[in-house]
């Protein structure tokens, strides 16, 4: 077993080693548990089976929820770092000029999102963690879990090499499909919503954008003269020639399972003008899909030694399908709960209880905020109230700033407006996830 880090923190999946904790994966979830582990003192090994840079189905726009979790992880999100800067939504529905809403001036958030590729973005999470004293391991596959025989706790993952990595605690932020979390027994709920996305790149005079555009009307076919279906799409100027866009669509549609989606994006994408240049001819690359899992689809977070981060728990915000803050967010409450259980001891009752707060913090910052998002994709999965949606909501301005707020997850949680008081009362009163 090889215990010390390399000099630049990045190792071979060769050989295996020990660690504090050990991180499956190391997307956004993955990296910044590691970042908040390092800063709290832990010694940190990441298992990433693919190589940086790498490239990940998304839409490479992220919320002022996104970034205030990159201020809290120590990023600089500068435009002089690379970063593209937003300073609101542009959102399509209801009506045929879209509205332009500035992101909402808070207190407990920035007044600017973010765009950034995610093969970019996810290497530079990575190293960042790396600066921190983590330790990087690339072309490391895990398959299985080490379990303790007597107790049945995970004690360390083995990869698809043969290679052994053994720590008393384990986070898997290995994605949607989460082998290690299956192997542990945590399976998805068939109660929580599901969607899917898929997107690509067209080069686009619209690259040079101020706002994140969403459509959320979605027509299968021409507009009001096909279905509508329960999704939104989306158009994210990239400010390099490129725009990033792509589609969601929830599993409360009837279509959900028979709908062939890069098909649907094409034939939505023939409704927009043609000098905006999303056609075949300025396609960079190919349409590529991913599943998003939503509503804390798997549960529980924490078990016998394993947290569950980001995807792989199933934290994707099923209102606008955005994943990555709420990846972030989670990887410091699980960071707290694992700082905490190591300074009682792992292994004793007290550090188990420090442990089992991570689910508990959870189901307290999200879970009633999830509970109405579940009730929302109902909702518009019934072709009728998503008609009545489009026809007398959407055209409403006022009522729109509020669907912003509710959608993004955007409110002060102390002295903010009228808007802010009704969506944290909603939140308060909703049955946890």
């Not at 995807?311 to 990887?331: K, L, Q, R, S, T």
Request: with cysteine; hydrophobic share 40%.
């Amino acid at each position: 077993m090889r215990n010390a880090k390399p000099d630049d923190g990045v190792a071979t999946a060769d050989e295996g080693g020990e660690a504090d904790v050990i991180v499956v994966g190391a997307g956004p979830a993955g990296s910044s548990t590691a970042v908040h582990l390092a800063r709290r003192g832990l010694n940190v090994v990441m298992l990433e089976k693919s190589h940086f840079p790498r490239e990940k189905v998304c839409g490479d726009g992220l919320t002022p929820r996104a970034t205030r979790a990159l201020t809290r992880l120590g990023v600089d999100t500068s435009q002089e770092n690379g970063w593209l800067h937003n300073k609101g939504l542009r959102i399509y529905g209801g009506r045929e000029e879209p509205f332009e809403l500035d992101w909402p001036e808070l207190t407990d958030f920035p007044p600017y999102g973010l765009v950034r590729p995610r093969s970019d973005f996810d290497d530079m999470l990575a190293r960042h963690a790396v600066s921190f004293g983590a330790q990087l391991v690339e072309g490391a596959h895990v398959t299985d879990a080490i379990l303790d025989d007597r107790s049945g706790r995970i004690v360390g993952v083995t990869t698809k090499n043969g290679s052994q990595w053994r720590a008393p605690l384990v986070v898997a932020a290995d994605g949607n499909s989460s082998r290690l979390s299956v192997s542990m027994g945590m399976n998805k709920r068939d109660d929580r919503p599901m969607g899917v996305a898929v997107r690509t790149y067209y080069t686009s005079p619209r690259t040079n954008d101020d706002y994140l555009e969403s459509w959320l009307e979605l027509w299968e076919g021409k507009p009001h003269a096909s279905t509508l279906m329960p999704g939104y799409g989306w158009i994210f100027g990239m400010g390099d020639g490129t725009s990033n866009v792509g589609l969601g669509v929830l599993n409360t549609s009837k279509a959900f399972g028979s709908t062939d989606y890069r098909a649907l994006l094409k034939r939505w994408l023939e409704n927009t003008p043609e000098e905006w240049g999303f056609r075949d001819e300025n396609m960079v690359g190919k349409v590529q899909g991913a599943a998003l899992p939503m509503a804390f689809n798997r549960q529980p977070h924490y078990g016998r030694g394993l947290l569950m981060v980001g995807d792989a728990g199933g934290m994707v915000n099923p209102f606008n399908g955005e994943g990555i803050a709420y990846a972030m967010e989670a990887a410091e409450l699980a960071a707290d709960a694992i700082a905490e259980a190591r300074s009682r001891g792992i292994g004793t009752t007290g550090a188990e209880k420090a442990l089992q707060g991570y689910p508990t913090a959870l189901k307290a910052s999200l879970g009633g905020y999830y509970r109405l998002g579940t009730v929302f994709v109902k909702l518009i999965g019934d072709p009728r109230i998503m008609s009545l949606c489009t026809t007398y909501g959407l055209p409403h301005k006022t009522l729109m700033k509020f669907v912003m707020k509710l959608l993004a997850n955007l409110t002060d949680a102390r002295d903010g407006d009228a808007m802010d008081r009704i969506i944290n009362a909603l939140c308060k009163a909703a049955p946890a996830a």
